[in-house]
């Protein structure tokens, strides 16, 4: 059964019809109340998806404050220049292989949260997370989706000064200050959407939209991205992979964030993540 999980205020919850449900309540503690650990309960959490019509809820969605999804990562991978258009507008040439960073897990911050901005060029990238679900070590391409708890939406937010002070540039410390990864709202199953490798997404910036682009553009989709990580190293449930992001971005007109700028990232059959840069 298909599920779509939040975190709400620190607690494992799955959502329905604008209600949400603690999901240690209806399943009688056999599922972990934190969501770093109930991530990895896949098989409970859509087994008890499938029942939600027999409980009470804990409430309205509109009324919950949700934290980020998987809140503190093992493991958080960007991957870059993974749209054709957005390597182009990078000037850069298409990857031949994926080019993969570490968006260092302590960036991680919720859907709604502020980012604190540093410096004076920070940009925004809108993305898609894949969020791991299962042990995954050399799995093919055909069974990658298997591994996967879901999808969330994610903000790769960046500081172009730092991430190009080094030469090679360094990535992994440019994109990854205090908030500068927000994920959320809520975080959906794979077998939840009509076609999860064909998802529009957009960013809007205090209202004009800079991004506008379908899933189906990565150079790498999620199935190559789990099994060509996996080749490396094990992931593990709860593990992030950022996909890369559109064309769109900043940098290539300084169009930098400033602080007040409301980021607006969205992607159909997920939702929406609003975040105030300060
Ligand atoms: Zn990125």
């Known amino acids: 059964m ?13 959502v329905e019809g604008g209600a949400y449900f603690d999901l240690e309540r209806i399943s009688k503690g056999s599922i972990d109340h934190d969501p770093m650990v109930a991530i990895g309960q ?16 804990d ?14 990562p093992r493991n958080s991978f960007g991957v870059g220049l993974n749209y ?7 000037k850069m040439d298409l990857p031949k292989v994926p080019v993969v960073f570490t968006k260092y897990p302590s960036c991680i911050t919720g859907p709604f949260d502020e980012v604190c901005l540093r410096g004076e060029m920070n940009d925004y990238e809108a993305e898609l997370v894949a969020v791991i679900g299962r042990t995954a070590r050399d799995v093919s391409v055909d069974e990658a989706w298997s591994h996967v708890a879901g999808l969330t ?3 790769d937010i960046s500081d ?12 992994g410390l440019g994109k990854s200050r205090d908030t500068y990864g927000p994920i959320g709202p809520i975080l959906v199953s794979p077998d939840a959407l009509d076609d999860p490798n064909d998802l529009p997404i957009t960013c809007d910036i205090n209202g004009e939209r800079r991004q506008d682009a379908k899933t189906s553009s990565l150079i790498f989709d999620v199935p190559f991205l789990v099994s060509y990580l996996s080749e490396v190293m094990t992931l593990e449930a709860g593990d992030l992979i950022f996909t890369g992001t559109p064309a769109g971005v900043g940098m290539p007109d300084k169009r930098f964030l400033k602080p007040g700028d409301v980021i607006r990232t969205s992607i159909d059959g997920i939702g929406v993540m609003e975040n105030i840069c300060r």
Not at 2 to 14: M, P, Y
Not at 160 to 171: D, E, G, T
């Open 59 to 72: 409430g309205a969605l509109a009324d919950a404050k949700l934290n980020a999804p998987v809140p503190s």
């Open 42 to 57: 896949l098989d409970e959490i859509h087994r008890v998806s499938g029942n939600l019509a027999g409980h009470d809820s």
């Open 84 to 90: 054709k258009d957005h390597a182009e507008e990078s």
């Open 153 to 155: 939406i994610g903000q």
């Open 160 to 171: 172009r000064a730092l991430q190009l002070a080094a030469r090679p540039a360094h990535f």
């Open 2 to 14: 298909s599920f779509k999980f939040a975190n709400i205020d620190g607690r494992a919850s799955v």
